[in-house]
């Protein structure tokens, strides 16, 4: 099946620590996107990517990290700098062919840090 | 910096039309209108798009303005299924980045 995915779907750290989350997609897409979540929130742009080893930050990128080796790999790192890591972290890629320029979405992270 | 203004919630009754409004004064030629919804604690699903024609598929239709200053999605008979936050985006084909408002909070009641 063509999806993304994201993993895990729930995660606990300790305040201090840095920590990665992961997306992968086998849509081919160019494409992929980070977005934080609040409760009650829409979602905010971290970081996103249009090619390979090649990124921008977003409206929320400070705290974060990235990297895009791989067309179909974009982690994610939450670092110590982050100062309200806890949110829902959802992960995102795009095709830019004429016939097809929606957004597909992961199922999410939950990142709670203790 | 967001290029669209929705209303933050609105209630439609189940088996009626729900008509959902977004302003997007500052539209520019090439950008599209996308809409989206998330069900609670899912990533949210493409519904529809378009340019300054009037769009629909097997989820909703979408009406856009001469002017192209403004749209509405209408979801035709809306079920209890249909209840979640609405978001409508503006984008240009060539723009990569994608950013997301507040939405409109849809409740659908029985």
């Known amino acids: 099946d063509g999806g993304i995915t994201q993993s895990p779907k729930y995660l606990f750290r300790k305040e201090g620590q840095n920590v990665t989350l992961s997306c992968e997609q086998n849509l081919n897409h160019d494409a992929m996107y980070w977005y934080r979540q609040d409760p009650g929130q829409g979602l905010r742009l971290i970081y996103y990517?249009?090619?390979?080893?090649?990124?921008q930050k977003g409206d929320i990128a400070e705290g974060y990290s990235v990297s895009r080796e791989k067309k179909e790999s974009f982690p994610l790192t939450v670092t110590s700098a982050q100062k309200n890591p806890t949110a829902f972290y959802l992960c995102?890629?795009?095709?830019?062919?004429?016939?097809?320029?929606?957004?597909?979405f992961g199922q999410g992270t939950r990142l709670t840090v203790v | 910096d967001a290029k669209t203004t929705q209303p933050p919630s609105m209630d439609c009754a189940e088996g009626r039309a729900a008509n959902l409004p977004c302003n997007h004064s500052t539209i520019s030629g090439n950008e599209y209108v996308y809409w989206y919804r998330q069900i609670h604690s899912q990533g949210p699903q493409y519904i529809i798009h378009?340019?300054?024609n009037n769009e629909t598929n097997e989820m909703a239709s979408l009406i856009i303005t001469e002017d192209r200053k403004s749209s509405t999605l209408i979801l035709p008979h809306a079920t209890l299924r249909d209840t979640a936050v609405y978001y409508c985006i503006v984008r240009g084909f060539n723009d990569y980045k994608l950013s997301f408002g507040a939405g409109t909070t849809v409740t659908v009641r029985a």
């Open positions: 378009g340019l300054k």
């Open positions: 990517s249009q090619i390979v080893n090649d990124f």
């Open positions: 995102a890629s795009s095709s830019y062919s004429p016939s097809s320029t929606e957004a597909f």
